[in-house]
């Protein structure tokens, strides 16, 4: 969900965002990659890893297919859901349980849980056309988003069989990406043709949590420390990580990367992700910090 930038009139505000640009960029953590690739497969992207070192992600099988798949130590699961051409795995908790979505036959997001090889679709609150399981924590509660019948864009949060609806103020549309343990949960949203921003959500408050410097902001995930990471934009083209991390923000690339896009953390200083080499053929990385 790219947005269109809008423009800062005020210089005073303009020197502001510069210095704290330039204070973001003094912290140093050193992130070491290892680079994951599906065999066969054109391209590997992660979307998360649990506590036990378990990644999820999809990748790229040819022909337009992409298809979802758990790597657990040299084990290799490839997941299909029955009823989808394209299959997404976005997150796994403890327990095993994938958190993820799937497009059926007429072209329409859905979203989904797996475990041990079982299917459970989690379609969205009443009125949703469409809708993308996005995360799972170690106590089942799930987060994603949906479309209603307007086409507008919510978050949700799935407790059970019961959705609320999650919609930061002002916003137009919201995705709700990733919760923790203890239910704090990260969004990202627009409000109309603005930049795509960040925020944290408490159970009773949205807090801002943008990248200083960026031009959009994609929290993904978010530990049981609170620590986030995202994936953000300085411009139109180029895309980095990024990881809050005990209130500051950390700045990372791939080493062979294009771009750059931070997906997955755990409570072990592991995060996970995807990047763009110079030859366009995307790969997977685990990165620790």
Same mark, same amino acid.
Not at 37 to 50: E, H
Not at 135 to 144: C, F, M, P, T, Y
């Given at each position: 969900?790219?947005?269109?930038?809008?423009?800062?009139?005020?210089?005073?505000?303009?020197?502001?965002?510069?210095?704290?640009?330039?204070?973001?960029?003094?912290?140093?953590?050193?992130?070491?990659?290892?680079?994951?690739?599906?065999?066969?497969?054109?391209?590997?992207?992660?979307?998360?890893?649990?506590?036990?070192?378990?990644?999820?992600?999809?990748?790229?099988?040819?022909?337009?297919?992409?298809?979802?798949?758990?790597?657990?130590? $040299?084990?290799?699961?490839?997941?299909?859901?029955?009823?989808?051409?394209?299959?997404?795995?976005?997150?796994?908790?403890?327990?095993?349980?994938?958190?993820?979505?799937?497009?059926?036959?007429?072209?329409?997001?859905?979203?989904?849980?797996?475990?041990?090889?079982?299917?459970?679709?989690?379609?969205?609150?009443?009125?949703?056309?469409?809708?993308?399981?996005?995360?799972?924590? $170690?106590?089942?509660?799930?987060?994603?988003?949906?479309?209603?019948?307007?086409?507008?864009?919510?978050?949700?949060?799935?407790?059970?069989?019961?959705?609320?609806?999650?919609?930061?103020?002002?916003?137009?549309?919201?995705?709700?990406?990733?919760?923790?343990?203890?239910?704090?949960?990260?969004?990202?949203?627009?409000?109309?043709?603005?930049?795509?921003?960040?925020?944290?959500?408490?159970?009773?408050?949205?807090?801002?949590?943008?990248?200083?410097?960026?031009?959009?902001?994609?929290?993904? $995930?978010?530990?049981?420390?609170?620590?986030?990471?995202?994936?953000?934009?300085?411009?139109?083209?180029?895309?980095?990580?990024?990881?809050?991390?005990?209130?500051?923000?950390?700045?990372?690339?791939?080493?062979?990367?294009?771009?750059?896009?931070?997906?997955?953390?755990?409570?072990? $200083?592991?995060?996970?992700?995807?990047?763009?080499?110079?030859?366009?053929?995307?790969?997977?990385?685990?990165?620790?910090?």
């Amino acid at each position: 969900m790219r947005a269109c930038k809008t423009l800062l009139l005020v210089s005073g505000f303009v020197l502001m965002f510069m210095i704290a640009a330039i204070a973001a960029d003094a912290p140093t953590l050193t992130f070491k990659f290892t680079t994951v690739r599906v065999p066969g497969a054109l391209t590997t992207s992660l979307g998360g890893i649990n506590n036990a070192g378990v990644i999820v992600g999809q990748y790229q099988a040819g022909k337009g297919i992409t298809r979802g798949f758990m790597r657990d130590g $040299d084990k290799l699961t490839r997941i299909d859901h029955p009823n989808g051409s394209q299959t997404v795995c976005n997150h796994i908790n403890s327990s095993g349980v994938i958190a993820g979505h799937y497009t059926d036959s007429s072209g329409t997001s859905r979203g989904f849980l797996y475990l041990n090889g079982k299917f459970t679709d989690i379609p969205g609150p009443a009125g949703a056309i469409s809708s993308a399981a996005n995360g799972i924590n $170690d106590k089942g509660l799930v987060v994603g988003s949906y479309s209603d019948s307007a086409g507008t864009q919510h978050g949700f949060l799935l407790n059970g069989k019961k959705y609320k609806t999650l919609d930061v103020p002002s916003a137009t549309a919201t995705v709700a990406s990733g919760i923790n343990i203890k239910g704090d949960i990260v969004l990202f949203w627009v409000n109309g043709a603005g930049p795509t921003q960040s925020s944290l959500y408490n159970g009773k408050t949205y807090k801002l949590i943008n990248v200083p410097g960026a031009l959009e902001s994609y929290a993904e $995930d978010i530990d049981s420390a609170g620590d986030v990471v995202y994936q953000w934009f300085p411009t139109d083209f180029a895309a980095w990580g990024a990881l809050l991390h005990n209130g500051t923000y950390y700045k990372f690339s791939h080493p062979k990367s294009m771009d750059t896009y931070g997906a997955g953390i755990n409570d072990h $200083d592991v995060v996970v992700g995807f990047f763009t080499p110079d030859n366009n053929y995307g790969g997977g990385f685990i990165a620790t910090y």
